[in-house]
């Protein structure tokens, strides 16, 4: 399953600008996460979907001394030699997820690979939380693999676009993005385990469509708050390994009896943290199981509370968020809600069934917007295929 009208319209723009047709061509999703908040770090499961927004990469090798890209939305180029990429990249922002993901694709390889002329069309919304640029190292990755004739594993191409991200764009994210790009399948999502990095694929149905809301605010000091909850999971984490030994490497190896257990004798504020990532490790497993037996509204009583836990336990929503969640529940035909990513603003995610997801959404945006005095944005997000060679 791809975009068609997008890919025609890259193809063209590609033969327009090269004046030839491309030889190889490469399509990623963007992503969601769906529910497993804040676990990737303490080792637990998260649940994601590659969603139905993505990016095309073409090429075409072109006999000249230099590489050629095309960025069909800013209209830039950019240049480099394959045949000398320690010179580095001449062009702009998006260039760099470009350029470091051939490079780290590369890396080790000893042939070099032809210089191409190469563009890239997408209609992932650029930082609204549904990681367009992991989907632009994916792609990427792709497609010069396929012209170097290199085969990796699909956890070696997630390590490399994220590689790609962490030394090109300096953005130290974790695998989720990139893991999700790849491995997404029409109506399913995808469970990590980000202990083994094992995934698999979980079905979901065509009755069950999602709608991602973008508050677009940013609540100042995200980084700080960011920090202190990860050390008040190691932190927690080391408390339990005190009190029940080898076993607790990460708070994924805590189960909520043992916290309840325990509770009273740790630190309050670590306390509450625990409880938010032990607690998401345990609704991704009972969410597993839900989506198995094809009983979708519970898994969406899930994401209710999973919400519930972020404002009450790991204190990473905002009331912007907040709103969104608690309208969603007196709006017909939505399952479950809660904020998705980091949190302290971005984005919400709802369950929905697809028959009522434009009516939903026109009915959120409305009550966002007369609540809170500016518009969010609304994307229609179905679970789709992961990454590709076209
Ligand atoms: P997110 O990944 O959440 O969308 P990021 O800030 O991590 O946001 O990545 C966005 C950046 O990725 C953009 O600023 C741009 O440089 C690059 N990018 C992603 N998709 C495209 C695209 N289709 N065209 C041009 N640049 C893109
Ligand atoms: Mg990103």
Redesign the pocket.
């Known amino acids: 399953m791809i975009k068609e009208e997008l890919f025609i319209e890259a193809k063209k723009t590609f033969a327009e600008k090269y004046g030839q047709p491309h030889t190889i061509a490469s399509f990623a999703p963007?992503r969601v996460e769906i529910i497993g908040n804040h676990t990737d770090y303490n080792e637990g499961f998260v649940v994601s979907s590659a969603i139905n927004y993505g990016?095309f990469f073409l090429l075409a090798p072109n006999g000249l001394d230099h590489s050629r890209v095309f960025?069909?939305?800013?209209q830039e180029h950019a240049t480099f030699q394959m045949a000398n990429l320690d010179l580095g990249l001449d062009g702009g922002?998006?260039a760099?997820?470009i350029y470091g993901s051939i490079v780290e694709l590369l890396k080790g390889s000893d042939g070099v690979l032809p210089e191409i002329d190469a563009m890239?069309?997408?209609d992932?919304?650029?930082?609204?939380?549904?990681?367009?640029?992991?989907?632009?190292e994916v792609a990427t990755a792709f497609a010069v693999a396929k012209l170097g004739n290199i085969s990796k594993t699909n956890l070696e191409f997630a390590k490399i676009a994220q590689a790609a991200e962490h030394t090109y764009?300096g953005?130290m994210c974790g695998l989720l993005?990139q893991l999700s790009s790849i491995y997404g399948k029409e109506n399913q999502l995808i469970m990590t385990d980000f202990r083994s990095i094992e995934v698999e694929n979980l079905p979901l149905g065509d009755d069950a469509s999602f709608i991602v809301c973008n508050t677009k605010v940013k609540h100042a000091l995200v980084d700080g708050e960011y920090n202190e909850r990860r050390e008040s999971c190691e932190k927690a984490a080391e408390f339990f390994k005190e009190k029940l030994g080898d076993r607790i490497s990460t708070l994924r190896d805590v189960t909520s009896a043992e916290l309840e257990q325990y509770a009273g004798e740790m630190d309050p504020i670590a306390a509450k943290r625990a409880a938010h990532v032990i607690g998401e490790c345990e609704r991704v497993l009972a969410g597993k199981k839900y989506l198995d037996e094809g009983k979708i509204e519970k898994f969406g009583q899930l994401m209710y509370e999973s919400h519930d836990s972020s404002i009450n336990n790991f204190e990473n929503s905002c009331p912007e968020l907040d709103f969104v969640v608690e309208a969603s529940k007196s709006i017909p035909g939505v399952m479950g809600a809660r904020l998705s990513g980091g949190g302290f603003g971005g984005s919400a995610v709802l369950l929905v069934h697809p028959r009522n997801a434009q009516t939903i959404g026109k009915a959120l945006a409305n009550a966002y917007e007369n609540e809170m005095g500016t518009d969010c944005e609304i994307y229609y997000v179905k679970a789709f295929s992961g990454a590709t060679v076209l």
């Open positions: 963007g990016i960025c069909g939305r800013t922002g998006w760099k997820y890239i069309l997408g992932i919304p650029l930082g609204s939380g549904l990681s367009s640029s992991a989907a632009l764009a953005v993005d």
